[in-house]
């Protein structure tokens, strides 16, 4: 037996459609969302984010405006003008900063209500009290890949290896509020195996290349890999697929399952945000 692959490509295909059709009537009504993009430009992996945003606004008919500057300073004065412009729906820092305090306190500039990748701490705290909040599109992207799938979340055992601010806490949170049980996994965890081998849906946002092996993993479980780690010979997720994939029910590929799907988040948060005004 092989696992069921839960394809991020189709669904961002999907998403891409109705959200062109979004911003189409949005430009009809003259409210035409800009998304904006800042960064100070020091990190590969916040280089590539932005012009990942860029690419899916674009394939969407959204405006882009990127802000590069190494001065956060001067981001900061961006951030104050972009926040009183009305067509700007959505502003994005594009993390991580060259001095990571710097990129958090730049993202604190950001209105919340334009906060279309869940990065304020205002959202955050939304988020954990299960309020409506924007959230970190990485985690909203799990969500959807599940949901695409109809994947069976409430009352299921859920583990999450990872508690970043970005990818593990936000998506820990969004399984509490679909009732699953969550349990959290970090570098502390005593005996992670021994965890993972409980989980019927595991998600792995640690970071580390093929982290999750197949004796990790209990036979029938649904497995989320959001892992973009750069290996030899391209992209290799946090989960060991060959090994995991006869033993799952269900599981994402790495490239093609979580990554197409998370510049769609930020667009649809974007989009929500635009109508909403
Ligand atoms: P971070 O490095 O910020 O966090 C990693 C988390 O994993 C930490 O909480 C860490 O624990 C935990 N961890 C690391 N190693 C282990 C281990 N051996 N056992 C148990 N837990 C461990 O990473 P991010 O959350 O930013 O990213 C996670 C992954 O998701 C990366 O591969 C990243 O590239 C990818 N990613 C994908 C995105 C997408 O669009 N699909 C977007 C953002 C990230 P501790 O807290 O104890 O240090």
Same mark, same amino acid.
């Given at each position: 037996v092989s696992a069921r692959l839960l394809d991020g490509r189709a669904l961002a295909t999907t998403l891409r459609a109705d959200l062109t059709t979004r911003v189409g009537r949005l430009e009809r009504g003259a409210h035409p969302p800009i998304l904006a993009i800042l960064t100070d430009g020091a990190h590969a992996a916040a280089t590539l984010y932005a012009a990942s945003l860029e690419r899916a606004a674009r394939s969407i008919g959204v405006e882009t405006r990127v802000i590069r500057e190494a001065d956060v300073v001067a981001l900061e004065r961006a951030a104050a003008e972009l926040n009183a412009e +009305? =067509?700007?729906a959505g502003i994005v820092v594009g993390q991580p900063f060259g001095d990571p305090a710097a990129g958090r306190r730049l993202v604190e500039h950001v209105d919340v209500s334009k906060d279309v990748d869940g990065a304020h701490p205002e959202s955050a705290g939304r988020l954990a009290r299960g309020e409506p909040a924007f959230v970190p599109a990485t985690a909203l992207a799990v969500i959807a890949v599940l949901e695409a799938h109809l994947v069976r979340v409430a009352g299921v055992r859920a583990v999450v290896v990872g508690r970043s601010a970005v990818v593990g806490r936000p998506v820990a949170s969004l399984l509490l509020a679909r009732d699953a049980t969550v349990v959290i996994c970090h570098r +502390?965890? =005593?005996n992670l195996a021994e965890e993972t081998r409980r989980a019927d849906l595991l998600v792995a946002a640690a970071g580390v290349p093929l982290l999750v092996r197949g004796d990790m993993v209990r036979p029938g479980a649904t497995v989320v890999d959001c892992g973009i780690n750069a290996a030899e010979g391209g992209i290799v997720g946090d989960v060991a697929f060959s090994e995991v994939e006869p033993i799952a029910a269900a599981i994402t590929p790495v490239p093609g399952g979580i990554g197409p799907v998370t510049p769609m988040m930020v667009l649809r948060q974007l989009v929500e945000a635009a109508e909403r005004s």
């Open positions: +009305a =067509r700007v +502390a965890t =005593r």
